[in-house]
Protein backbone atom coordinates (compact mmCIF):
# COMPACT_ATOMS: atom_id res chain seq x y z
CA UNK A 1 0.00 0.00 0.00
CA UNK A 2 3.00 2.36 0.65
CA UNK A 3 4.53 1.60 -2.85
CA UNK A 4 0.58 2.70 -4.40
CA UNK A 5 0.62 5.60 -2.59
CA UNK A 6 4.26 6.43 -3.69
CA UNK A 7 3.45 6.09 -7.07
CA UNK A 8 0.16 7.64 -6.94
CA UNK A 9 1.92 10.99 -5.48
CA UNK A 10 4.44 10.82 -8.48
CA UNK A 11 1.82 10.12 -11.21
CA UNK A 12 0.04 13.35 -9.15
CA UNK A 13 2.91 15.46 -9.20
CA UNK A 14 4.36 14.50 -12.99
CA UNK A 15 1.49 14.25 -14.87
CA UNK A 16 -1.52 15.51 -13.11
CA UNK A 17 -0.38 18.94 -13.79
CA UNK A 18 0.05 18.32 -17.69
CA UNK A 19 -3.28 16.64 -17.62
CA UNK A 20 -4.89 19.44 -15.81
CA UNK A 21 -3.30 21.88 -18.68
CA UNK A 22 -4.76 19.92 -22.09
CA UNK A 23 -8.40 20.00 -20.32
CA UNK A 24 -8.19 23.41 -19.08
CA UNK A 25 -11.47 24.39 -20.95
CA UNK A 26 -13.01 21.16 -19.98
CA UNK A 27 -12.16 22.18 -16.88
CA UNK A 28 -13.58 25.50 -17.15
CA UNK A 29 -16.83 24.53 -18.40
CA UNK A 30 -17.64 22.30 -15.72
CA UNK A 31 -16.28 24.57 -12.86
CA UNK A 32 -13.73 22.35 -11.80
CA UNK A 33 -15.67 19.34 -11.80
CA UNK A 34 -13.61 17.64 -14.68
CA UNK A 35 -10.44 17.12 -11.65
CA UNK A 36 -12.04 14.15 -10.61
CA UNK A 37 -12.19 12.61 -13.75
CA UNK A 38 -8.59 13.42 -14.12
CA UNK A 39 -7.89 12.05 -10.39
CA UNK A 40 -10.19 8.74 -11.21
CA UNK A 41 -7.82 8.39 -14.30
CA UNK A 42 -4.60 8.43 -12.52
CA UNK A 43 -5.75 6.10 -9.82
CA UNK A 44 -6.68 3.41 -12.59
CA UNK A 45 -3.66 3.87 -14.35
CA UNK A 46 -1.67 3.66 -11.26
CA UNK A 47 -1.82 -0.44 -10.94
CA UNK A 48 -0.28 -1.01 -13.91
CA UNK A 49 2.76 0.41 -11.94
CA UNK A 50 1.85 -1.65 -8.78
CA UNK A 51 1.51 -5.26 -8.80
CA UNK A 52 -1.14 -6.54 -6.27
CA UNK A 53 -3.24 -3.96 -6.50
CA UNK A 54 -6.28 -3.76 -8.48
CA UNK A 55 -8.67 -1.04 -10.09
CA UNK A 56 -11.43 -2.95 -11.54
CA UNK A 57 -13.16 -0.33 -13.33
CA UNK A 58 -13.26 3.52 -14.15
CA UNK A 59 -16.32 3.67 -11.71
CA UNK A 60 -14.07 2.16 -8.60
CA UNK A 61 -11.64 4.73 -9.56
CA UNK A 62 -13.74 7.65 -9.56
CA UNK A 63 -15.41 6.45 -6.30
CA UNK A 64 -11.96 6.56 -4.84
CA UNK A 65 -10.86 9.79 -6.60
CA UNK A 66 -14.41 11.46 -4.63
CA UNK A 67 -13.15 9.67 -1.18
CA UNK A 68 -9.42 11.03 -1.08
CA UNK A 69 -11.05 14.43 -2.02
CA UNK A 70 -13.16 13.75 1.24
CA UNK A 71 -10.53 12.46 3.10
CA UNK A 72 -8.08 15.49 2.03
CA UNK A 73 -10.59 18.05 2.71
CA UNK A 74 -11.52 16.64 6.66
CA UNK A 75 -7.84 16.49 6.94
CA UNK A 76 -7.03 19.62 6.14
CA UNK A 77 -9.93 21.75 7.98
CA UNK A 78 -8.37 19.35 10.69
CA UNK A 79 -5.07 20.71 10.48
CA UNK A 80 -5.18 24.00 9.81
CA UNK A 81 -3.88 27.38 12.03
CA UNK A 82 -6.20 29.62 13.46
CA UNK A 83 -4.37 32.50 12.92
Same mark, same amino acid.
Given at each position: ?? !??? %?? #? $? /???? @? +???? *??????? !??? %?? #? $? /???? @? +???? *?????P???????I?????????A???????V??????????
Amino acid at each position: AL !IAA %LI #L $G /LLNA @I +IRPV *LLIITLP !INI %LT #L $G /LFTF @I +INAF *LIWFMPSFVKGVEITGFMPALMAAIILWAVSVVVSYLLQTKD
